[in-house]
């Protein structure tokens, strides 16, 4: 049988399994945003109901009365332009050393520093808190970033990303009499600005979704982002409603879809860009 034919009898089957994983994530997606439109009472009916019967902005009137969702965008949106800044800028030039020069150690420091992605943020947000709270960063804008001001996944894809370039362009540089600053800047930065959007649009998803550190961190009102937002539409007797609650969620994950919509191309190929070479 020739490999045509193999790969046409192999596809169906290939097409069904891809179909049927898309369908189990879709499918909670679907459930949050039918949950934020169907009146209450189809909420909680069983069995439930998939197709609505009726919809409704009940919840999402709800949602905004209770809750100052501009704020809770700003806030987030600061941290997380700011975050993705401040970790852009540092994986750019600690990607370019470890990719460009030689020095003794880099291979154990590299490893160091990606041995940080192994330590989950609940081991280190005592101290860190301790830390924050003697030096009276505790509830503002830079206790909700001091976790955030450089990324080592950020390192390791910038530092992938550049290895791809011939080092030859980087000596004619050098040649030019063009500085090291201006290198990174002008040069290689334009060069992978692929998967410089790859990084920046992860780590911007990251920090938009952040709950932990900020409800650890943030004491007031004025500074909740919006993960810390929706907690609230939870009281403290541990009842829920769940129509409001679902419209904050879409609310919250409305831009971050149509960022990743926007973006998935660049991250799709940043990603298959970076992983070539080591």
Same mark, same amino acid.
């Given at each position: 049988?020739?490999r @045509?034919? *193999?790969?046409a009898?192999?596809? /169906? /089957?290939l097409?069904?399994?891809?179909?049927?994983?898309?369908?189990?994530?879709? *499918?909670? =997606?679907?459930?949050m945003?039918?949950?934020?439109f169907?009146?209450?009472?189809?909420?909680? +009916?069983?069995?439930?109901?998939?197709?609505p019967?009726?919809?409704?902005?009940?919840?999402f009137?709800?949602?905004? !009365?209770?809750?100052?969702?501009?704020?809770?965008?700003?806030?987030?949106?600061?941290?997380?332009?700011?975050?993705?800044?401040? @970790?852009?800028?540092?994986?750019?030039?600690?990607?370019?050393? =470890?990719?460009?020069?030689? =020095?003794?150690?880099?291979?154990?420091?590299?490893?160091?520093? *990606?041995?940080?992605?192994?330590?989950?943020?609940?081991?280190?947000?005592?101290?860190?808190?301790?830390?924050? +709270?003697?030096?009276?960063?505790?509830?503002?804008?830079?206790?909700?970033?001091? /976790?955030?001001? !450089?990324?080592?996944?950020?390192?390791f894809?910038?530092?992938?990303?550049?290895k791809a370039?011939p080092?030859?362009l %980087?000596?004619?540089?050098?040649?030019?009499?063009?500085?090291?600053?201006r290198?990174?800047?002008? %040069?290689?930065?334009?060069?992978?600005?692929?998967?410089?959007?790859?990084?920046?649009m992860?780590l911007?998803?990251?920090s938009?979704?952040d709950?932990l550190?900020?409800? %650890?961190?943030i004491?007031?009102?004025?500074?909740?982002?919006i /993960?810390?937002?929706?907690?609230?539409?939870?009281?403290?007797?541990?009842?829920m409603?769940?129509?409001?609650?679902?419209?904050a969620?879409?609310?919250?994950t409305?831009?971050?879809?149509?960022?990743?919509?926007?973006?998935?191309?660049?991250?799709?190929?940043?990603?298959? *860009?970076?992983?070539?070479?080591?």
């Amino acid at each position: 049988m020739s490999r @045509s034919a *193999l790969v046409a009898i192999g596809k /169906p /089957p290939l097409v069904l399994a891809v179909s049927g994983v898309a369908i189990l994530m879709i *499918l909670p =997606f679907y459930w949050m945003v039918m949950t934020a439109f169907v009146p209450a009472p189809d909420i909680i +009916a069983f069995p439930p109901k998939w197709i609505p019967s009726r919809l409704t902005l009940a919840h999402f009137a709800e949602a905004f !009365a209770k809750a100052p969702w501009l704020a809770y965008y700003w806030n987030s949106f600061v941290v997380a332009v700011v975050s993705v800044g401040c @970790s852009l800028l540092f994986g750019l030039f600690a990607g370019y050393a =470890f990719a460009v020069y030689r =020095f003794p150690l880099q291979n154990f420091f590299f490893l160091m520093i *990606l041995a940080t992605l192994m330590v989950p943020v609940q081991v280190t947000s005592v101290a860190l808190y301790i830390l924050l +709270a003697r030096i009276g960063w505790v509830d503002t804008y830079l206790g909700i970033l001091a /976790p955030n001001f !450089a990324s080592a996944f950020g390192v390791f894809m910038i530092r992938q990303g550049i290895k791809a370039i011939p080092l030859d362009l %980087i000596e004619a540089a050098r040649m030019d009499g063009a500085g090291e600053a201006r290198i990174v800047l002008t %040069i290689i930065a334009p060069l992978i600005k692929t998967t410089l959007a790859t990084v920046a649009m992860i780590l911007f998803l990251g920090s938009w979704n952040d709950f932990l550190w900020p409800v %650890i961190v943030i004491n007031s009102q004025d500074l909740r982002t919006i /993960p810390v937002g929706i907690a609230l539409f939870k009281d403290p007797y541990g009842s829920m409603n769940y129509g409001p609650l679902m419209a904050a969620t879409v609310i919250s994950t409305g831009p971050m879809l149509l960022a990743y919509i926007v973006s998935q191309k660049f991250m799709i190929r940043g990603i298959a *860009l970076t992983g070539l070479k080591g």
